[in-house]
C-alpha cells in the first residue's frame, strides 16, 4: 500500500490549538455572555468540552455545552447502505437569543454542517450561529464557512484526516493519510 | 457493524440477538426527539406508510402513527370497516393496489396469524407486524425489552413471568422468543386452559400458582385476558380469575423483593391486574407506552435503508 501518514497535529499542538480556539471564541462574542457550545458527535462533542474547559479556566465560566447527533438529518440516508447509527443529542437549555458556536473536529465536505444547522433550527432561533473547527481541509461542497479554525491542512479529496482524542481513543493526535484508492 | 434488519419485520423469531439489541440501541437516541418543542426529524421525508389495521387498536395505531409523523413519513390508515376490504377484496389485492399508488411501507394488524408474512412474500414494500392472530407482536415484544433494560440496565439473567392468557397472546410469544434471546429466564404462569399445550418446549418455565411465580420473579408481564377471543369457557368467571391469578397488593407485599410490573395493555381493572398495582410504585406501564413510540421509529429507520424504491427514488432526484 503506497499509503503515507503524517502527523498533523500533536497531543501538545492541539492543546495550544484548542486553547487559541478557546480564546478567539471569547473574542468574537465578547465575552461569555449568552455563549452556548454545541459538539457534533463524535468527536466535535470532546473539542466542545475541551474548549469549554479552556474558558472555565481563564473566565471562571463554565457555559453550557451541548451535544449534537446530525445522523437522522444526513441528505444522503436513502443512498447509503445499511442504516447509520444514530447518537445521543442533548441541548440541554433554550437555544432562544443565545449566541450559538457548533464546534466539529473536521470541516470537509460542509454537508455535516448543513444538516447541523437544521437540526439546530428545531430548538430554537438563536441570536447568532457560529461554527468552530479544529481541522479545516478544504473540499467544500456547500457555501459553508467556519469562523474560527484550529488548522488548516490542504489535504487531497482521496486522503484521510483522522482526529484522535484521549477519551475515545487513548491518545490525542491529528493524522493526515494521504493515498491509496481514491 | 451490526446486522442489518432485512426487508421486513414480521416476528421476533426471526431475528438474532444481535438485530434486536440494534434495534433497542437505535431507540434509545430516538426518545429524545419525542422530548423536544418540534418533535420531528427529516429522516423519512417522502416516504409514504400505509396502516392497514384490519383489527381494533388505539395504543398501536397511534404509537406507529406518531412514529411515522416524527420521523416525516406521509401516512394514511385504512381500517377493514369502510374500505373495499368489506366489499370482499382480498388482503393482497388491497396492498397491490395500495402499490400501484407507490407507496414504500405497511404496517398490519390482522386477525389472522401469517397475515404479515403471507404479505410480506407478495409485495415489494418493507412490512411491518403490528400484531398477526395469536402469532407475534413483534414491535410490543421490543418495547416491553427496552423497558426493562431501562429499568434493569440488561436483561441477560433476569427473571420474567409472563401472566395470565398465554394462549390468545401474541405479546407472550414476542416476548418468550426477543427474552430468551437476550439470555433472561422466562416463565409462565396461568390457569392451564389459558396456555398453550406444549408450552415448556419453548424453553419457558411453567407456573401454576400466582405467588409462586411473584416469588420467583424480577419482573411480571401481566397480559390481558383477550374476553373478545374467547368463545368456549375458558375460565369459570372474572371475579374468580381475579380471585386465583390476579396480580393484587397484597400478592405483591409477600414477595422477597420489589417487582417490576409491565402490562401491554388495554388493562382489565380487577380482572388480571388491581388498580393499586396498575398505579403503584413499581409499574412502569406508561414507561412501555412512551418507549413505543421510540422503539417503532427505530424499526422504521432501520427497514427504510432496505427499500430498493427509496434508493430508487434518492437516485432519480440527484
Known amino acids: 500500500m503506497p499509503n503515507s501518514s503524517s502527523i498533523v497535529l500533536s497531543a501538545r499542538a492541539l492543546e495550544r490549538t484548542v486553547t487559541r480556539m478557546a480564546d478567539e471564541i471569547l473574542e468574537r462574542n465578547d465575552g461569555t455572555d449568552g455563549l452556548v457550545l454545541v459538539g457534533i458527535q463524535r468527536r466535535g462533542v470532546q473539542i466542545a468540552e475541551r474548549i469549554a474547559a479552556r474558558i472555565e479556566s481563564s473566565e471562571g465560566v463554565r457555559v453550557p455545552l451541548g451535544a449534537l447527533d446530525i445522523t437522522l438529518y444526513r441528505d444522503d440516508l436513502q443512498t447509503v447502505g445499511p442504516r447509520p447509527v444514530v447518537g445521543k443529542t442533548l441541548i440541554p437549555i433554550a437555544l432562544d437569543g443565545r449566541n450559538v458556536v457548533i464546534v466539529d473536529d473536521v470541516l470537509f465536505t460542509g454537508r455535516t454542517i448543513r444538516a447541523a444547522l437544521d437540526e439546530l433550527a428545531d430548538f430554537g432561533r438563536p441570536a447568532r450561529v457560529g461554527l468552530a473547527v479544529l481541522i479545516d481541509r478544504g473540499g467544500r461542497e456547500l457555501p459553508i464557512q467556519p469562523d474560527v479554525v484550529g488548522t488548516h491542512v490542504e489535504a487531497p479529496h482521496g486522503a484521510r484526516v483522522d482526529v484522535f482524542v484521549k477519551e475515545l481513543d487513548g491518545k490525542d493526535e491529528v493524522v493526515l493519510t494521504s493515498g491509496g484508492t481514491a | 457493524m451490526s446486522a442489518p434488519l432485512g426487508k421486513d419485520l414480521l416476528g421476533l423469531e426471526q431475528l438474532t440477538a444481535e438485530q434486536i439489541t440494534l434495534v433497542l440501541d437505535t431507540a434509545v437516541p430516538l426518545k429524545e426527539i419525542s422530548e423536544r418543542t418540534i418533535k420531528k426529524v427529516p429522516t423519512l421525508r417522502g416516504a409514504t406508510i400505509v396502516n392497514l389495521f384490519f383489527e381494533a387498536s388505539t395504543r398501536t395505531r397511534i404509537s ?11 401516512t394514511v390508515n385504512v381500517g377493514a370497516a369502510g374500505s373495499s376490504v368489506s366489499k370482499g377484496e382480498t388482503l393482497v389485492d388491497t396492498a397491490r393496489n395500495l402499490e400501484a399508488m407507490r407507496i414504500d411501507m405497511v404496517v398490519i394488524r390482522h386477525p389472522a396469524s401469517g397475515a404479515a408474512q403471507f404479505l410480506a412474500e407478495r409485495i415489494e414494500s418493507n412490512v411491518i407486524n403490528a400484531g398477526d392472530g395469536t402469532h407475534e ?3 410490543q415484544g421490543l418495547l416491553d425489552l427496552l423497558t426493562l433494560r431501562d429499568h434493569f440496565g440488561t436483561i441477560a439473567g433476569k427473571k420474567v413471568c409472563l401472566c395470565g392468557d398465554v394462549l390468545h397472546s401474541r405479546v407472550a410469544r414476542s416476548n418468550i422468543w426477543g427474552l430468551s434471546k437476550l439470555g433472561a429466564e422466562v416463565a409462565v404462569c396461568g390457569p392451564r386452559s389459558l396456555l398453550p399445550n406444549a408450552i415448556e418446549d419453548m424453553g419457558v418455565r411453567v407456573f401454576d400458582r400466582i405467588e409462586a411465580a411473584i416469588e420467583w420473579a424480577d419482573a411480571l408481564n401481566v397480559l390481558r385476558l383477550q374476553l373478545e377471543r374467547m368463545h368456549a369457557g375458558y375460565i369459570p368467571s372474572l371475579r374468580e380469575y381475579n380471585r386465583v391469578f390476579g396480580v393484587t397488593r397484597e400478592r405483591l407485599e409477600r414477595a422477597p423483593r420489589d417487582v417490576l410490573i409491565l402490562h401491554p395493555g388495554p388493562m382489565n381493572r380487577g380482572v388480571e391486574i388491581d388498580s393499586d398495582v396498575a398505579d403503584g410504585p413499581h409499574s412502569v406501564i406508561l414507561n412501555q407506552v412512551t418507549n413505543g413510540v421510540a422503539i417503532r421509529m427505530a424499526v ?14 434518492a437516485k432519480g432526484a440527484a
Do not use: I, V
Open chain 2, 300 to 313: 422504521l429507520y432501520l427497514l427504510s435503508g432496505n427499500s430498493p424504491q427509496l434508493a430508487e427514488a
Open chain 2, 64 to 74: 406507529f402513527e406518531f412514529a411515522e409523523k416524527r420521523m416525516s413519513a406521509d
Open chain 2, 137 to 139: 407482536h413483534p414491535t
